[in-house]
């Protein structure tokens, strides 16, 4: 014991004085992320008990603005549309994404040339591909309904329609994302072992029973990755929204992101449009708590 | 490169004006026009802020665009430096709500919608009151001639209180396009009442053919001016000035929203609801509408060939007499002096040239919007300079003189009209117009009641 005294304590002094100086070198980065994280983010939590316009006093008003969000119809709303949205455009681009990774890792003539061609969305600028859609989506001058005219069907309203407004809206989301999926899931495709297929088609599984008993299982843990990131794009969507619709018609394609817009740079209501921030905060965090325990598990089957 | 373009373009424009200008004055037409030339030399001294340099923020616009086109000429005329911002409608707003909010401007000259921002800025007192301005001899050119500009144009410029917090610099009320050659194919003569645009719309409309009776916006927010042109006409109003209470869901209110709803949903195109200006242009540009009610600064692309395909076919109409009133619902600009400036001298010369009268007879002269100056309309019934049709400048003249604020003067004018054009646009996809103004002016009141108090 006294032996091993002894020579502890000097060595615990070093140790002491090494975990000093490296504090020192982790404080630049806690500035950084304290000035440009946590601040904003408290000073969010403060004006969001204020009721706050800008041009006139700021009255603090505890949680009021919490109270009124959760009663009002139009923020409600809002929070219906983002589910609606996000649900569809994270599910269809999963699975169009899974079903042409499958294809593309196939041999077959072109198929790089293909890929590339497939991935080519992706590079458009999101307001750019927004502004095409608004044409195309146009019901008297839109391509759109001329195609549908060529195969005999009747116009469509698209985007003008209240309730076709979302689905049309998740297409744009749906053409633009898609490869992003096909490139995550096609990585994981590459990665797989050859021997299970082997002795699967040994046993004489179909092709079918190959994907659902082999390939999905092996590539789930990338499907979910692919999820996780369609979901942080498609609730965090704006650009596409607002240029296309701009919520409309009326309310139909309000999402929580056009509405806090509308609450800060239109009517300049500073608490109002933090407390939907936090309360939008509140949702990503669930979804992300949700989507991690997913994928826990899927890392254990 | 794109400056000394601009330039190029602007020289010979610029003498043959003057030359115009000129000539209208030795006719004795318009008194104190040619203004520019003369005033150099009169006893007024525009050179007395010589070497400054002042900041003028303007949003993207045909009025922008003139002015921002002739800032070479107010430079060598005052020896005074502009530098200026020109930045989209929306955008502009939105920074000009934040630097004045925040005590500070980068700017020294501000262009504002009085329909948007008037009331804010008042309250505010953001803007300076050029009244002391305007009587001190030593900075006012003696040819301002103030009551040359229309009472309407000054109505918007002065607030509750008196104050005068800026020059307008143009108005813009709101008129019916009309397809001649639809007209006359069918018969029909040009709507004296409410009641004969519908019937108009209803004869006109062919869908058949893809042709609308009748279009105007139906996107909310943008919408609502085409509705308060009839709320006007039906004898209807915006905010109760007794009370404080809205009439937005009174007998007149129903009833201008019944005729907006008739005309969109049923004789309207397809996916009306989503229209701002721009589609609904493009549809009657087409001739695929036989009336178009909007701003009446559409002039120039209607008689462009490059654009257009009904040059020479297009009728502008005044908005017709309703039940109980001829009104036409108007929108104005106009410009003013920050008061957090520090060069209010300057600037105040150049809000003198940018509304003096040559400026206002370019505008007319280009289509860009309709002036606030009475003598800009008496230069242009001599002139033989203005492209735009005569019928236009008619329109205009009676359209001004029977025009009337097309939104309340209020604080949160953009949270009415995002309330009252999300009903207007649900009236058009078949919701009842009584229950949904009801619901509008329910969800309203609060908000107008506190941004009074405020």
Redesign the interface.
Known sequence: MSMTVTPAAPRAGFLARRRRSYRLFIAPALVVIGAVIVFPWLFTLWMSVFDW?????AHFVGLENYETLLVNRRFIEAVVHTFYFTALAVVVPLLLGTAAAMIFHREFPFRGVLRGVFIMPMMATPVAVALVWTMMF????GVLNYLLSLVGLP?S??????TLVIPSLVMVEVWHWTPLVMLIVLGGLAALPTEPYESARLDGATEWQLFRFITLPLVAPFLVVAAVIRTIDALKTFDTIYVI???????ASETINLYLY?QA????NIGTASAVVVVFFVIVLALALLLLHVREKTKWS | MADRDDHNESGPQRRRLLQAGLGAAALGVIPGAGQLAASAQAAFDWKRFKGEKIEVFLNKSPRGDLLTRFHKEFEDMTGIGVGSEMIPEQQQRQKAVIEFNSGNTSFDVIALSYHVQKRMFGKNKWMEDVRPLMADKSITDPNLDFADFSKGGMAWATQPDGRIDSLPFNIDPWVIYYNKELFDAKGVAYPKSFAEIIDAAAKLNDPAKGISGFVARGLKNANVPAWTSFLLGCGGGFVDATNGRLMTDNAAAVESAKIYQTLLSKYGPQGVAGYNWNEAQSLFLQGKAAMWLDGIGFAQPLEDPAKSRIVGKVGYGVMPPGPKAQVSAMFGDGEGISSFSKKKGPSWLYLQWASNKANQFRMLQAAAGAPVRNSAYIAAQTSTDIKAPRQWIECMLTSARIAQPGLPIIVPVTEFRDIFGIALTNMINGADAATELRKATAEFQPILDKSEKA
């Open positions: 316009k800008i041009g006139s006093a146009h019901p008297q001058q116009p309203l698209w985007v003008y329609s209240p619709t701009g919520g409309g018609p009326g309310t509308l740079f239109a009517f300049y």
